[in-house]
């Protein structure tokens, strides 16, 4: 069946400030929006989604700012507002089992702020920009349940990242466990503007689920 569509994705956030004690906002610290003084604003708003979406058959496009969610790039929602990215991004699902995923951004709404800023790092030991960054990857379930995922990522003389994720759930009575490997390789590219990388990052998670509830050990 073809199918092909246009829509538009938006949301908007407002934040009132409870709490504008200067000590406690720590000068912002991506917590709260400050002044020039450091003197937290007592409110502000921002558009926080507002992409168009193009469909086509088992394709879509997503264009302006939007929320992504991936191995290599995904948004924070732990602070005051969620964050979003402005670009594009691209899925594609005509194979069955698997999803292919791109995307391309050069301005960022943090968590915390009323506009946008340069592609930035939240951990960095001094403050850290990048004209873009960029992702493409895939997810793919097999027949018979096993899921794997393979990503790509740069950040534009930052970093180069690579992922590589695979996992099966499994299921004894009412008890599901999904249980997954990742791996990271994360190497300093370009002007190297964080300095040096060359990072390799492990893990395993299990992850049992009863009707509603759910814990996860890492």
Do not use: C
Request: net charge neutral; hydrophobic share 35%.
């Amino acid at each position: 069946l073809f199918r092909s569509g246009v829509g538009l994705d938006l949301a908007a956030y407002s934040v009132v400030a409870l709490e504008r004690n200067p000590a406690d906002a720590a000068g912002g610290s991506n917590r709260m929006l400050v002044n020039s003084d450091g003197d937290v604003e007592p409110s502000w708003s921002r558009l926080g989604v507002a992409a168009l979406k193009l469909r086509m058959a088992e394709s879509e496009l997503k264009i302006g700012r939007h929320q992504v969610a991936n191995p290599v790039m995904n948004f924070s929602d732990t602070r005051t507002v969620p964050a979003s990215f402005d670009g594009w991004s691209f899925e594609n699902s005509s194979i069955k089992g698997l999803v292919l995923k791109s995307g391309y951004f050069s301005k960022m709404a943090p968590r915390y702020a009323a506009g946008t800023e340069p592609i930035g790092l939240q951990y960095a030991m001094r403050p850290v920009s990048s004209d873009w960054t960029a992702y493409a990857g895939g997810d793919y379930t097999s027949a018979g349940g096993l899921k794997s995922s393979v990503y790509v990522s740069r950040i534009q003389d930052i970093w180069d990242r690579e992922y590589l994720g695979i996992g099966r759930d499994f299921k004894t009575g009412e008890i599901k466990t999904s249980v997954k490997l990742s791996a990271y390789n994360t190497q300093s590219s370009g002007k190297q503007e964080a300095g040096y990388i060359d990072q390799q990052a492990y893990g395993l998670t299990v992850i049992p689920s009863f009707k509603n509830h759910t814990v996860e050990f890492g």
